[in-house]
């Protein structure tokens, strides 16, 4: 149970294709009350999910942070309100892109 929304969290399948834009999909539609550094951290693993993540180079030049602190940072973010819209699946993959 999600305690933002108080539902049921979002099961879409993990790797399909169709699946996951459903889940970015659903984000967007809900773009407008966004904005947090959270949201801004997810936005942008979810912009780099096609190349396996962003390099250390984008990740520094856009956050000013270690891909390993970055990687931390999102993980905590997907668990939080920044991540309650995205399916499992898809909270997984971005969880597990670029550097532990």
């Not at 967007?28 to 912009?47: E, M, P, Q, T």
């Not at 096609?50 to 990740?59: C, K, Q, S, V």
Request: charged share 20%; proline share 6%; net charge positive.
């Amino acid at each position: 149970m999600n305690r933002v929304t108080k539902m049921p969290p979002q099961l879409c399948g993990g790797t399909s294709v169709a699946n996951t834009h459903e889940c970015q999909v659903r984000r967007a539609k809900r773009s407008r009350n966004r904005g947090s550094y959270a949201d801004d951290l997810v936005d942008f693993a979810i912009l780099w999910r096609p190349w396996n993540g962003a390099t250390a180079e984008d990740i520094f030049v856009t956050f000013g942070l270690s891909p390993r602190t970055y990687n931390n940072r999102l993980r905590s973010a997907l668990s939080g309100p920044a991540g309650s819209d995205l399916c499992v699946g898809l909270k997984k993959e971005l969880a597990h892109l670029g550097p532990a």
